[in-house]
T-cell receptor, first 112, second 110 residues
Framework: DAMVIQNPRYQVTQFGKPVTLSCSQT?????MYWYQQKSSQAPKLLFH???????NEADTPDNFQSRRPNTSFCFLDIRSPGLGDAAMYLC???????????FGPGTRLTVL | EDQVTQSPEALRLQEGESSSLNCSYT??????LFWYRQDPGKGPEFLFT???AGEEKEKERLKATLTKKESFLHITAPKPEDSATYLC???????????FGKGTLLTVNP
């Protein structure tokens, strides 16, 4: 089945220690998104790639970076995680920007 | 700024007790309204897209409807496995972003 895969499902890191989260997709979608979702809150868009074109949200902290080496993979790098960055990180894809988005299972990040 | 408000925040039903969830929105130029289901600790699962007022879509016990100001997710004869958080999101104007509501936590008791 075509899907969005995220690894790892759970990630524990230490305050200030860089961490990378991974997303891959077999849907062959052009757009890949990264969201942050904290407990009982709505998902918050961090940035997205339309093909190789990177689009950052204005309020996304510089601490968050992303890479998309090819169509199938996208990475979220958190350079110096703080306690406030503990959250569920969701990857999503869509065929084009104005289509429905399909989400992966998420990575739960804990910062100690 | 696009706004999405979902109500109620939480809803507890008995198995078989039909009800509706509400999503009211304020946007400029609606492109689409999306409903998602989210189970605890998992990513949102896509349910429906609605594009214009009067449109309806159905899937099993769920039916989504859309007016110019709000959308309803009707749940007919719910079962315990329908328990989840239901998220509504809108896409408007030339903005690709999905603006999400905070969701309705639905609990269906056997």
């Amino acid at each position: 089945d075509a899907m969005v895969i995220q690894n790892p499902r759970y990630q524990v890191t230490q305050f200030g220690k860089p961490v990378t989260l991974s997303c891959s997709q077999t849907l062959n979608h052009n757009v890949m998104y990264w969201y942050q979702q904290k407990s009982s809150q709505a998902p918050k868009l961090l940035f997205h790639y339309y093909d190789k074109d990177f689009n950052n949200e204005a309020d996304t902290p510089d601490n968050f970076q992303s890479r998309r080496p090819n169509t199938s993979f996208c990475f979220l790098d958190i350079r110096s995680p703080g306690l406030g960055d503990a959250a569920m990180y969701l990857c999503a894809t869509s065929r084009i920007r104005n289509n429905e988005q399909f989400f992966g299972p998420g990575t739960r990040l804990t910062v100690l | 700024e696009d706004q999405v408000t979902q109500s109620p925040e939480a809803l507890r039903l008995q198995e078989g007790e039909s009800s509706s969830l509400n999503c009211s929105y304020t946007v400029s130029g609606l492109r689409g309204l999306f409903w998602y289901r989210q189970d605890p600790g998992k990513g949102p699962e896509f349910l429906f897209t609605l594009y214009s007022a009067g449109e309806e879509k159905e899937k099993e016990r769920l039916k989504a409807t859309l007016t110019k100001k709000e959308s309803f997710l009707h749940i007919t004869a719910p079962k315990p496995e329908d328990s989840a958080t239901y998220l509504c999101a809108v896409q408007a104007g030339s903005n690709y972003k999905l603006t999400f509501g905070k969701g309705t936590l639905l609990t269906v008791n056997p």
